[in-house]
């Protein structure tokens, strides 16, 4: 099953209540997926520095603090539960190798804008943990799931980031992302689960080095094989795309304010003036892209 | 009577729905701030008649019996699922499988269908005044689904017995489903169906489309095949 919503503000009215408009929504996606919960936010400061995501497992936050002090520099260091996010004008190129080879902690993902929460347990009690009411920002994807073809760990859990800035959540299966896994481990993609929606996000970060978002996902139609609702994150936006067959759902609402979509109308009917918006429904295998 | 779901949880809404005291009288009924729920209205029999403002989500009406509901907003996947009698109003937009597996009653849809809509179906009436998504009256048995827009890819696919016509375009008919003669009791069936949905357009735009009874029939001559 699994649920999946999101918020793109068109305009900075709702910019400090995004937090608490998608925490509502992930809550009530919780019946789609009580397994875990996860969540990506965009906030583009228009600076230099970039946020690296990484969830401690279970080293504590003061050795981590220690540890990665000798290592590198960095500005800050924010705790978040068991999640920091470090910040720092260092490059990912110099920070990434760092990060990745650091035993038991995991990246979750990194970038100018993006920060990524995600654990294991309901989605009412992951929102609390993390705070999320507290966040505010330009859009933001999240994420219920119940485990189907992987196990329900941290790096089980949505949204998958592969590159600078992405992300993606999946409500669905894919049936070829073994062989997809195996091609793209070829050409340099690096994989930290089996999951198969972590392939989808590595297959579009991959492409999105040769086209945009909007032509990656067309260009994924033919790729992908299985069922699939997905909302790929960037810095600038997000896109929507369902699979040919649609057995997966998703309904978009569109107001002057902002574009929201989610498995189920439910998940939307506390948004401001919602009973107002422009209400449908995306069509299989069309894109559907939002962006500034 | 105004129902808040806002105030009252859902079941109890549905028990009170499904369980009518006839000496009461009364039969008119509103529900306020669906806000999304499932089931809203499932598994009604008496006749009674329901407004509900705002949109809902899955499977509501479904099994419905008798009553008369209107739903003022959209509905999600399964709207009016398993039918019996009755009438069934939307109008906004319905998600898939609207009016699947219904075997009576009137489902009229002001806007858009999705994917599916009478998928299975087994003598519902559909009308759908906007268009209809893909493999639209999917193995459907009996009864009519009429289009008063477009319908998507694979319409009537491995169709049975429903009568289905189609005022705009089809994107591709799905297998064993082909182009009909609209004879005068097609004209009049599809005029009074028309009529029942209030719309006045003339049965002469559309085109019938049903079964070529290849597919459901046993051919001697691929007795080989099996």
Redesign the interface.
């Known amino acids: 099953m699994c649920g999946i919503v999101g918020i793109y503000l068109k305009s900075k009215k709702f910019e400090k209540s995004l937090g608490r408009m998608l925490s509502k929504m992930l809550v009530s996606m919780e019946s789609r997926g009580p397994d875990s919960a996860g969540f990506a936010i965009y906030n583009s400061d228009k600076n230099k520095i970039y946020k690296y995501s990484v969830c401690l497992n279970e080293m504590s936050f003061e050795k981590f603090k220690k540890e990665i002090k000798k290592k590198v520099k960095f500005t800050t260091i924010e705790k978040n539960s068991d999640h920091v996010i470090l910040k720092s004008i260092e490059k990912p190129n110099e920070i990434l190798p760092i990060l990745e080879g650091f035993s038991p902690i995991s990246l979750v993902g990194y970038g100018k804008s993006i920060e990524i929460f995600k654990q294991v347990g309901k989605p009412s009690n992951v929102v609390k943990k993390f705070n999320l009411d507290n966040f505010s920002g330009t859009h933001a994807i999240g994420h219920t799931r119940m485990a189907t073809e992987s196990a329900i760990t941290t790096d089980g859990s949505h949204p998958y980031s592969t590159g600078e800035d992405e992300c993606l959540v999946h409500n669905g299966s894919l049936s070829n992302h073994n062989n997809l896994r195996r091609k793209l481990k070829k050409s340099g993609s690096k994989f930290s689960s089996d999951n198969d929606t972590e392939v989808a996000a590595g297959y579009i970060s991959d492409s999105l080095k040769k086209r945009n978002l909007k032509k990656t996902l067309n260009k994924g139609l033919n790729d992908l094989d299985g069922f699939y609702t997905f909302i790929a994150g960037t810095h600038s936006g997000f896109a929507v795309l369902r699979d040919e067959i ?1 057995c997966k ?1 998703a ?1 978009i609402a569109e107001t002057k304010d902002y574009v929201a979509i989610s498995s ?7 948004l401001p003036n919602v ?1 107002n918006a422009k ?3 995306p ?2 295998g069309i894109v559907y892209s939002w962006g500034k | 009577m105004i129902l808040d779901l806002k105030k009252l949880k859902l079941r109890s809404v549905n028990e009170k729905l499904q369980n009518i005291d006839r000496k009461k009288n009364k039969r008119d009924f509103v529900i306020s701030n669906p806000e999304g729920n499932h089931a809203i209205c499932a598994g009604l029999t008496e006749n009674i008649d329901v407004t509900i403002k705002g949109h809902v989500g899955y499977y509501c009406a479904g099994m419905n019996q008798n009553a008369n509901i209107i739903v003022d907003g959209n509905v999600g996947t399964g709207v009016a699922e398993n039918m019996m009698s009755g009438k069934v109003h939307v109008k906004g937009n319905a998600s898939q499988s609207a009016g699947a597996t219904a075997h009576g009653g009137t489902l009229i849809i002001d806007g858009d269908a999705s994917s599916r809509c009478g998928i299975s179906m087994k003598g519902i009436d559909i009308i759908v005044k906007g268009s209809v998504g893909h493999m639209s009256a999917f193995m459907a048995q009996s009864g009519s689904l009429v289009v008063c827009g477009d319908a998507g890819e694979a319409l009537g696919d491995s169709l049975y017995e429903t009568d289905i016509y189609v005022k705009g375009k089809v994107k591709s008919l799905g297998a064993d489903c082909e182009e009909k003669k609209m004879s005068k009791k097609h004209k009049t069936k599809l005029k009074d169906l028309l009529k029942k949905a209030g719309s006045n357009i003339k049965p002469e735009q559309f085109k019938r489309y049903g079964s070529a009874r290849k597919l459901y029939n046993f051919n001697i001559d691929n007795v080989s095949n099996y």
């Open positions: 649609a759902p309904v189920e109308f439910q998940a939307m009917a506390h009973n209400i449908f429904e069509e299989p």
